[in-house]
């Protein structure tokens, strides 16, 4: 067993799982990619502190939510990966703010604000991912972005210390999120945010969030295994118009499909294809749409890993 492993097993203030050699396809909703060195559960977020304080200085860490808009390659993951989705992260009302920890899933805080008479959060019901990947990507869909209402976000850095921070904190833009001014080696993740949201009717709300999902099944492949849109939007255009426009719909790398119902969809049947399929497929389509349509469309979702 590596050193670090049995200093963070034999740790006995850690109350989370840690685990050696795990699958991320069980963690990425592509399902596919290779091995993370160690990956951690968190029982909490004192406990994710808790643990980064334990992790030695030169290994990498990683943050991932629902694995809803990541590749992992299939040589895995070097270091740790913490896994953040958690059911029993907290949201809780803060006066007129809504807080909620990273590891909650965003369609569960869509509800939350509905059921509590707040507007305005339907458009995270269909985004299914973290709360924090929803922060890290500035997540967003008919005309609304996450950002549009944070009030205050808690961050967590390498030394296992929580701080708060403002918006103008930070670089926001069209699924972009950067803290400004820090240098290369900065490392905070998203532990929590505080929303905040118009008081509506709630009911009102929760039927918008049904109507929105159904528009999803009928627009969106989401039998298959897939990350949602691939690449972002063109300012003035839809990556979806110009891959179809190139005929790419149904074009094929191993196990990967550019999807039938929604060309910016890659799809996994069964899981079958593998990371490297995937990454070959959104390689083939963006010098295929720069080819045809003079457009270099840059992907969305977010690449990490060794190539296998
Ligand atoms: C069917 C489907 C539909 C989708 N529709 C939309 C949509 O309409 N709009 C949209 O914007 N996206 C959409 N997505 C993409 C995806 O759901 C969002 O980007 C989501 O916010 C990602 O959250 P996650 O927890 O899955 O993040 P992950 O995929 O786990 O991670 C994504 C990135 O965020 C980082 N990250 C995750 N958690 C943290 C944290 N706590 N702190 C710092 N960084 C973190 C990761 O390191 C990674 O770089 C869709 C995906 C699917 C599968």
């Known amino acids: 067993m590596h050193m670090a492993e049995q200093r963070h097993l034999s740790n006995p203030v850690l109350r989370g799982r840690l685990l050696a050699h795990e699958p991320m396809r069980k963690h990425t909703s592509w399902r596919t990619g290779g091995l993370a060195e160690r990956a951690y559960v968190p029982a909490d977020l004192e406990d994710a502190a808790q643990f980064l304080r334990s992790v030695p200085a030169a290994e990498p860490v990683h943050f991932i939510g629902l694995g809803s808009n990541l590749l992992v390659r299939d040589g895995g993951v070097r270091g740790t990966v913490l896994l953040m989705h958690c059911t029993h992260a907290v949201m809780h009302l803060h006066g007129a703010l809504i807080y909620a920890e990273a590891g909650a899933a965003s369609p569960k805080l869509a509800r939350y604000a509905a059921t509590r008479g707040y507007a305005g959060a339907e458009f995270l019901a269909g985004i299914p991912g973290t709360v924090g990947g929803a922060l890290a990507m500035n997540a967003g869909c008919y005309g609304s972005e996450t950002w549009d209402h944070v009030e205050r976000v808690l961050m967590l850095d390498r030394s296992g210390s929580l701080r708060e921070r403002r918006p103008a904190d930070f670089e926001l833009a069209y699924r972009h999120v950067a803290l400004r001014g820090a240098g290369l080696g900065a490392e ?96 083939h389509v963006r010098a295929t749409v720069l080819a045809q349509q003079g457009v270099d469309l840059v992907p969305e979702v977010r690449i990490v890993g060794e190539r296998g």
Not at 200 to 229: F, H, T, Y
């Open 188 to 283: 905070e993740w998203f532990a929590a945010a505080w929303f905040r949201f118009e008081r509506g009717d709630g009911a009102a709300a929760l039927r918008r969030i049904k109507e929105l999902l159904q528009q999803r099944i009928a627009d969106q492949p989401l039998a298959l295994p897939n990350a949602g849109s691939v690449f972002r939007n063109p300012p003035g255009d839809y990556a979806a118009r110009l891959i179809q426009a190139c005929g790419l719909k149904g074009c094929a790398i191993g196990g990967a499909h550019v999807s039938e119902k929604h060309a910016n969809f890659i799809v996994n049947p069964g899981g079958r294809g593998s990371g490297a399929d995937i990454e070959n497929l959104i390689e």
